[in-house]
Nanobody, 126 residues
Framework: QVQLVESGGGLVQAGGSLRLSCAAS????????MGWFRQAPGKERDFVAA????????YYADSVKGRFTISRDNAKNTLYLQMNSLKPEDTAVYFC???????????????????WGQGTQVTVSS
């Protein structure tokens, strides 16, 4: 019912910036919370950031707080993740996700997100 497609990943040096985008299509009116997760090779999938339907509430993992900014443009059905001051440990496949739940309910809990994109690779070199 909902399709998510990430873009904007790439290679960047430590200290650099990237902006990821996630285009949503289908029954997007069923989506309330959207978020970003990431997964490094051999590691579990970790929460990065989430945003409420209106964009009025956001939630960040401590590891990215102050460096990353999540935003959304509902008119364009697009989610963004602005990543600044990138570190090698930010290297991962980044996944866009959407939940039918509110941000207070969904937070960074993977099982509470209903739709997932295929991921986009972010590589940060030292």
């Amino acid at each position: 019912q909902v399709q998510l497609v990430e873009s904007g990943g790439g290679l960047v040096q430590a200290g650099g910036s990237l902006r990821l985008s996630c285009a949503a299509s289908g029954r997007t009116f069923t989506i309330y919370t959207m978020g970003w997760f990431r997964q490094a090779p051999g590691k579990e999938r970790d929460f990065v950031a989430a945003i409420s339907w209106s964009g009025g509430s956001t939630y960040y993992a401590d590891s990215v707080k102050g460096r990353f900014t999540i935003s959304r443009d509902n008119a364009k059905n697009t989610l963004y993740l602005q990543m600044n001051s990138l570190k090698p440990e930010d290297t991962a496949v980044y996944f866009c996700a959407a939940s039918k739940l509110t941000i207070a309910q969904a937070m960074g809990i993977i099982r509470r997100y209903d739709y997932w994109g295929q991921g986009t690779q972010v590589t940060v070199s030292s």
